[in-house]
């Protein structure tokens, strides 16, 4: 299995717990936050496409699809303590820019080589991971530890246990 297949690979459960965990919430529930001074859904949300979309970028230039014109600016940490739903996204528009944005990322692994996966990152990115490959894998992490706090909120809520 070449190493472009194996973190395609890593991607497939993240994609389906976010999508599981997802599925049954309102655009209401994404503004709830799982404690005090923890970031709502809505934001993480944000935070987790402009992470993708930006790491991506840095370790392949001009690699993925554009954001929306002020997404990003939207998903800053100076906006995560906003309870404002007008500063976000609908559950639907963040489902749409996620999708678009792991399309690009699916699609920039099929461009790399084996060997192109192995080049060392970027100093400043070393603590993503030593490579780019292990870069774009470090995705399938952040994903899930985000979803993991979600559990917390879906619990809140009543909601059934997916997993």
Known sequence: MSIAAHIKSELQLPTSVVQGYLQDLSDQDLM???VENANHIAWQLGHLIVAEHDLNNM????????LPEGFAEKHSKETASSDNPGDFCTKDEYLKYMDEQRAGTLALLDRLSDEELQVPA???LKM??????AVIAGQSAHWMMHAG???????????EALF
Do not use: N, Y
């Open 128 to 133: 993503f991971g030593g490579t780019v490959g």
């Open 122 to 124: 970027p100093e400043h």
């Open 59 to 66: 370790v392949c230039p001009d690699s993925m699809p554009a």
């Open 32 to 34: 709830r936050r799982p």
């Open 149 to 159: 706090q979600w559990v917390i909120v879906r619990r809140q809520l009543g909601k």
